[in-house]
């Protein structure tokens, strides 16, 4: 991580449809912004969703990464 960035932005959403929680971070350093947080959903289909994406000062994506945790395993999407 930039070990300048700032905070600009945390807290946490409940889940309007289903049951469950998103928390979340928008830290802002010298490379850019920051988007990262983690998504639970809980009953039947619980599932976890971590997530990151890095954008450049003018907010264009540089990457983004996507990991579901599920009943089925782990999957994992990243576009660079």
Do not use: H, K, S
């Not at 988007?35 to 976890?48: D, K, M, R, S, Y």
């Not at 945790?69 to 999407?77: I, M, S």
């Amino acid at each position: 991580g930039d070990a300048a960035a700032t905070l600009v932005r945390a807290g946490c959403l409940r889940l309007v449809t289903g049951a469950g929680l998103e928390r979340f971070e928008l830290p802002r350093g010298a490379g850019g912004w920051l988007l990262q947080g983690t998504i639970v959903a809980v009953g039947p289909a619980a599932a976890e969703a971590r997530y990151r994406v890095a954008c450049d000062g003018a907010w264009r994506t540089r990457e983004a990464e996507v990991t579901l945790r599920d009943g089925d395993g782990e999957r994992q999407a990243l576009m660079q």
